[in-house]
């Protein structure tokens, strides 16, 4: 047995490798840059316009009210979706790995993955509204299957290269919810607040022990079950439910972790100069000592970062576009802006919080990279005990663990929808069934998450998310025409003045209807 999990541990080494090291990370910054010259800088040479549009309409009725449609959700519910599913476990453990690994350097090439990144998940979402349709019950259904069997499939002589390549994403998305999507959310969740909020007449009971060495106690599985009947009622419910839970947890929880990120920050504010130095400093030479890894490569240094920064933000993976295209919006380049906000809010704001915290706070040495912990999530709960410690009781090991719980849960809903979608897709005429039983399996599969320790399964899922990123940013690139042609379109009639007709749907009779309702409203 021990041989075999050596095989498939070897082979997915090398498939993870070539994924994400050989292939996934330069064709994720390449294509980012494609499309930010291609749009000419729209990031910035628009950022009044998209922030606008996207924070500062928050408090319109058209944007955050209800939709007034069954099956359809608002666009900042959407956004809540979305980021509910991205701002997960990877802005808290993720970004400390990424700095462990790669050293202070892979926070700025977080921040490079980001910024180029934010004009990948513009395009994303143009294309998820651009091909969307309407499924059975009336419910919006677009993603990276759909532009690539309709868009990259509608050239000449492709039609069977973008179905394959719907396919092969379609299945990988529905593998990886049940890995990162789940399994490797709840684990994290089970493991640190059973640790944060001991229950020794619970946690003394183990049910088994692993071969690694790790036990396993009754507290975990009661804490699965508790959590796997929180997402089953939540799941079971929809799009609709899963939005509306979203769109009251996300902006809470963001909230309050840059709040106590900052009271850490402040505190600390003496080191800020040095946490920036450093950040800055071996983002160009790696290091020659950094966490006992001798002779790092800046090759390594960048990996880590943008590897990190994808795994946070999701943009290049194709996942969050299924969630943006149930927005009741009709421009597509309008719910493309809250896709730049998106990458915006979980990178540059939140994962930047989580490393100032620990670069500043101490906990980790910055020229050699000696931490006061080995582990990930751990090391954020020290930086945070930094401050928020009252005798013996580690307050800033609690705030983490409920951080996570929120984050991580949060998370596990926006994939279940992904993971629907992606189902959805695949069983065509017998979708409704299948989507059933995807949404019981989905949520049985907490208890394995809570009850699992072997890390083998968090690195499959790892290689899934990796291979949907693969035939998505084919498809972006190859439809990235298009992406141009919609953006000017929008920018002409939007923000020019020009009496142009507009471009909105990849289907006539949605473009007819959609049109009619913009000349009637003036507005979507």
């Not at 041989?3 to 090398?14: K, R, V």
């Not at 906000?341 to 540059?348: G, I, N, S």
């Not at 507009?502 to 007819?512: A, D, G, K, N, T």
Request: net charge positive; aromatic share 10%; with cysteine.
């Amino acid at each position: 047995m021990n041989s075999f999990i050596d095989a498939i541990t070897n082979i997915n080494d090398h498939i993870n490798t070539f994924v994400w090291t050989t292939v996934g990370v330069w064709l994720l910054i390449a294509v980012g840059i494609i499309m930010t010259v291609l749009t000419k800088f729209f990031q910035v040479t628009h950022i009044g316009h998209w922030m606008k549009k996207t924070v500062g309409s928050l408090f319109d009725s058209k944007v955050k009210g209800k939709t007034g449609e069954k099956a359809s959700i608002s666009q900042f519910q959407a956004l809540c979706t979305a980021l509910a599913a991205t701002v997960g476990v990877g802005n808290i453990a993720g970004v400390a790995a990424a700095i462990m690994s790669g050293g202070p350097g892979a926070v700025f090439w977080m921040w490079v993955a980001a910024f180029f990144g934010m004009m990948t998940n513009y395009s994303e979402n143009i294309l998820g509204i651009y091909f969307r349709r309407k499924n059975k019950q009336g419910e919006w259904s677009g993603g990276a299957m759909y532009y690539l069997e309709d868009g990259l499939g509608g050239y000449k002589g492709m039609k069977g290269v973008g179905r394959v390549l719907a396919v092969i994403f379609a299945v990988c998305a529905v593998l990886a919810s049940f890995g990162i999507g789940n399994m490797g959310q709840v684990n994290k969740i089970v493991v640190n607040l059973t640790s944060a909020f001991d229950i020794k007449a619970l946690s003394n009971i183990v049910l088994y022990t692993s071969s690694d060495g790790k036990s396993v106690s009754l507290y975990m599985l009661i804490v699965g079950i508790i959590l796997m009947l929180l997402v089953g009622v939540i799941v079971i419910g929809g799009i609709q439910r899963i939005a509306t839970v979203a769109e009251r947890i996300v902006p809470f929880m963001v909230v309050v972790f840059i709040i106590g990120s900052l009271a850490i920050i402040v505190t600390n504010i003496r080191n800020i100069g040095g946490a920036f130095g450093a950040i800055f400093g071996s983002a160009f030479t790696g290091k020659a000592v950094w966490g006992g890894a001798a002779g790092m490569t800046v090759s390594k240094v960048i990996t880590m970062g943008c590897k990190r920064g994808v795994f946070s933000n999701e943009a290049g993976l194709g996942s969050s576009v299924m969630v943006h295209s149930n927005s009741n919006v009709i421009e597509p380049v309008k719910q493309g802006l809250w896709g730049i906000f998106e990458v915006f809010a979980d990178t540059m704001i939140v994962c930047t919080m989580t490393a100032l915290t620990i670069l500043t706070s101490g906990v980790i040495d910055l020229k050699t990279g000696e931490a006061v912990t080995d582990s990930d999530a751990t090391l954020v709960a020290e930086a945070f005990n930094t401050v928020f410690k009252i005798g013996n009781f580690e307050l800033g090991r609690c705030f983490i663990a409920l951080a996570i719980l929120l984050f991580a849960f949060t998370t596990v809903l926006g994939w279940s929808h992904y993971g629907t979608k992606a189902v959805e897709y695949l069983a065509g005429d017998k979708a409704e069934t299948a989507v059933k039983i995807y949404k019981n399996v989905f949520t049985i599969m907490i208890i394995s998450g809570a009850l699992l320790t072997s890390s083998l399964a968090w690195d499959i899922s790892d290689t899934f998310n990796g291979m949907m990123m693969i035939p998505n940013l084919i498809g972006v690139l190859s439809l990235s025409p298009l992406v141009m042609k919609i953006t000017q379109n929008y920018v002409d009639r939007r923000l020019k003045g020009k009496d142009v007709p507009p471009v909105l749907s990849h289907f006539p009779e949605i473009e007819q209807a959609n049109a009619k309702k913009i000349a009637e409203t003036g507005e979507d």
